[in-house]
């Protein structure tokens, strides 16, 4: 008996050395000095972090606190607002209904919402499905974001002024990052299931995963308990902000979740779909979501090139290492994330932060990533702070002497009132400016939470700096002819969107 008993420990003790030799030491000895040294030179008041490998959950752990100024601490039940991470849970459920023969992912959206249009006739007739939700449509990165994000426009008015967009590329030429693609899948999700499109996750990704605290809302998600608060930068000050209403675009980025329920996602991902050993998500849908549709351009990394960077419905796609990686990033008003699956290496990695300004989401998933490939540390995250500084130096200067061009008072050639007035963007609709003293104040018909508060700076511009710091500060050019004010062109923090947008005095 003794020896029978000796025997068991020795298999148990050497099961359990060789699963130890197989974790990383990065992740043993490392990873809680890595992550607290992030937090606090990117200020980052809280993190979760989640690695699963060959199906078990490694590291499922929360960091620093839900709100700056609170000892509340986050967990592994905390929920994050994912952003972007959104949208592989809207691709599988295309691919779940192209599966269950309810639409085919080729089908053109004018089949199910014959209403819809966009400018050029021809696109509308021709626009598919995986046109939407691969970004291929020929716009811009974040084109029309402005007009939509945290807007008071519905989701059927976003995709109305969505349509009405001059695509800045030929159709299917370019790929252009479209978030408003994903609205419009949304609808197409309603109308073919009968269900809304947060109700279909619910009953067929949430509840078969055992997600039962993960929104699919922005407004469900400010309603939970266990939140985590989001914050950025005022005035090189770490600040909570208000939760922004986004469900207008809900399929492109309001789902809210944790590193416990996200787990659950990871490991169906990495199993052929298999959850408690069961198949929730066929692996049939799982490769669908995983084609390559588009081609993003360059591989995303900090040193190293790669073969391909792509992407399908709701992932991108790229190679590292002789390693195919599946991922995606999230951002929203205070909160960036990041996803990673290495399905080879039966390896998924989440990291979440309430902080939208801050790179080490994604360098401590590369760092991870190398531990596992047993590549050298490198040390990521010192490479982007010391980035980020130089960058956060350069703004910073920039807008001192803005605002140094304020304090000098000069007085435009027109008088002041001569600028104020109703101005009208051709799909975006109007912005009132009226004169408050010595400056203006700006008004957008779709936006009744912001006002923007524009300074003369000499040379027919104006500094403009938005009651919502998420959406920056912007020099605004004005286009003067023969002594009356023609337009303005409107700029906000490339966060939201790039393009400028004129407003036309009428």
Not at 228 to 240: E, I
Not at 261 to 288: M, T
Not at 391 to 400: C, V, Y
Request: glycine share 8%.
């Amino acid at each position: 008996m003794k020896k029978f008993i000796s025997t068991l420990l020795f298999i148990l003790i050497s099961n359990l050395t060789v699963f130890a030799q197989d974790i990383p030491l990065f992740i043993t000895d490392s990873l809680d000095i890595y992550v607290n040294r992030g937090l606090e030179r990117w200020q980052i008041p809280g993190a979760a972090v989640l690695v699963v490998k060959d199906g078990k959950i490694l590291v499922a752990k929360g960091y620093g606190v839900k709100e700056l100024g609170t000892n509340d601490k986050v967990n592994e039940n905390t929920l994050f607002m994912i952003g972007s991470n959104t949208k592989a849970f809207t691709g599988t459920a295309l691919a779940l209904l192209e599966n269950d023969d309810k639409l085919k992912l080729d089908d053109k959206v004018i089949k199910y919402l014959p209403d819809f249009k966009m400018k050029d006739p021809w696109i509308t007739k021709e626009l598919n499905i995986v046109d939407l939700v691969t970004h291929r449509m020929g716009l811009q990165t974040f084109q029309g974001d402005f007009m939509y994000w945290a807007s008071d426009l519905t989701a059927d008015e976003v995709i109305e002024k969505f349509g009405m967009l001059t695509p800045k590329y030929d159709f299917r030429t370019k790929y252009g990052y479209t978030n408003a693609g994903y609205a419009v899948a949304g609808k197409i999700i309603e109308k073919v299931s009968g269900l809304k499109w947060e109700d279909y996750l619910k009953e067929k990704i949430f509840l078969p995963l055992d997600m039962s605290r993960t929104t699919a809302l922005s407004t469900d998600f400010t309603k939970s308990e266990n939140i985590a608060k989001p914050h950025t930068f005022v005035d090189g000050k770490m600040a909570v902000l208000p939760f922004e209403n986004i469900d207008n675009l809900a399929p492109c980025g309001s789902i809210g979740s944790s590193i416990n329920e996200l787990s659950h996602w990871l490991i169906a991902q990495l199993d052929s779909g298999k959850y408690q050993g069961n198949v929730e998500i066929p692996f049939k849908v799982l490769q669908l979501t995983r084609q390559p549709q588009s081609i993003q351009g360059k591989v995303r990394h900090p040193f190293n090139e790669g073969h391909y960077n792509l992407y399908g419905l709701g992932w991108g796609l790229m190679d590292y290492e002789e390693t195919e990686i599946i991922s995606h990033t999230g951002g929203v008003n205070g909160f960036v994330t990041s996803v990673t699956l290495l399905p080879e290496e039966n390896l998924g990695i989440v990291v979440l932060t309430n902080n939208d300004q801050n790179g080490f989401f994604q360098m401590l998933k590369w760092e991870i990533i190398d531990a596992y490939l047993g590549l050298p540390y490198r040390n990521y995250d010192d490479f982007a702070f010391s980035r980020a500084l130089k960058q956060i130096q350069e703004r910073d200067e920039q807008r001192t002497a803005w605002r140094d061009s304020v304090a000098l008072n000069i007085k435009p050639k027109i008088e002041l009132t001569e600028f104020a007035g109703r101005y009208e963007h051709e799909v975006y609709g109007y912005a009132d400016l009226s004169l408050k003293d010595n400056y203006l104040e700006m008004k957008l018909q779709h936006h009744s939470k912001i006002i923007g508060k524009l300074e003369y700076i000499g040379n027919n511009r104006f500094l403009c700096t938005y009651s919502d710091p998420t959406y920056g500060i912007k020099v605004f050019p004005f286009e003067i002819e023969n002594g009356k004010v023609v337009s303005f062109d409107l700029f906000v923090d490339d966060f939201i969107d790039y393009l400028p947008y004129k407003f036309v005095k009428q």
